[in-house]
């Protein structure tokens, strides 16, 4: 079993900046890659980034590209999504999520989920 803890969320302006941990434990992360995914009110979940065990390869929605960085510590069993110039469009609640198998952008690959941390950027 694997637990995962997202934090870091809150309150920012547009143009500003946080940054979201995503804490394994149990089973934790070992080989896997992890995910960040977000969910708005009336949409669905929608992938945003993800990030292969060795950290060597992310991949990003278009969406956020060259705003936000993907970046894990193993050692910690801990993944980091560090946003910046965030919009109001990025308001939503985040997930990390563990990755087992298919493309990273589907929800449907990732086995096990936390239980999401709130972003809400003010105009």
């Known amino acids: 079993q694997v637990q995962l803890v997202e934090s870091g969320g809150g309150l920012v302006q547009a143009g500003g900046s946080l940054r979201l941990s995503c804490a394994a434990s149990?089973?934790?992360?070992?080989?896997?890659?992890v995910g960040w995914f977000r969910q708005a009110p009336g949409k669905e979940r929608e992938f945003v980034a993800a990030i292969r065990w060795s950290g060597g390869t992310t991949s990003y929605a278009d969406s956020v590209k060259g705003r936000f960085t993907i970046s894990r510590d193993n050692a910690k069993n801990t993944v980091y999504l560090q946003m910046s110039s965030l919009k109001p469009e990025d308001t939503a609640v985040y997930y990390c999520?563990?990755?087992?198998?298919?493309?990273?952008?589907?929800?449907?690959?990732?086995?096990?989920w936390g239980q999401g941390t709130q972003v809400t950027v003010s105009s």
């Open positions: 149990g089973r934790t992360f070992s080989g896997y890659a």
């Open positions: 999520a563990r990755y087992f198998s298919g493309v990273y952008y589907a929800p449907a690959n990732y086995d096990y």
